[in-house]
């Protein structure tokens, strides 16, 4: 049974910092492309991020290059994602989310193309 479990999220001032954490279970990790989503209360969700399987290829939305990042630890089957300069605008539920692609792969930014999601955490960010 495959399990994603986000942690990490809160509510922080613009301008600050936050780190997510997503944990993977049931799986072969490092065959999966992994990728941060996002819905804001009614808003379609919408990509953030991904990371290959190898940590190679890591496509970003445009409004988040040169402000988040993301990582991953395949020893630990856990990708995280490293929030800076943080917007209101940010303010969402994030997911991670798990693609089945292979190690090599580029990772897919379409939320349809992944198999498996998170719960979510809520990042709120205060102006």
């Known amino acids: 049974q495959v399990q994603l479990v986000e942690s990490g999220g809160g509510l922080v001032q613009a301008g600050g910092s936050l780190r997510l954490s997503c944990a993977a279970s049931g799986l072969t990790f490092s065959s999966y492309a992994m990728g941060w989503f996002r819905q804001a209360p009614g808003k379609e969700r919408e990509f953030v991020v991904a990371?290959?399987?190898?940590?190679?290829?890591?496509p970003y939305a445009d409004s988040v290059k040169g402000r988040f990042t993301i990582s991953r630890d395949n020893a630990k089957n856990t990708v995280y994602l490293q929030m800076n300069s943080l917007k209101p605008e940010d303010t969402a539920v994030y997911y991670c989310?798990?693609?089945?692609?292979?190690?090599?792969?580029?990772?897919?930014?379409?939320?349809?193309?992944?198999?498996?999601w998170g719960q979510g955490t809520q990042v709120t960010v205060s102006s």
């Open positions: 990371t290959s399987g190898s940590g190679v290829n890591t």
């Open positions: 989310a798990a693609d089945r692609i292979g190690i090599y792969s580029y990772p897919n930014t379409h939320s349809t193309d992944y198999d498996y």
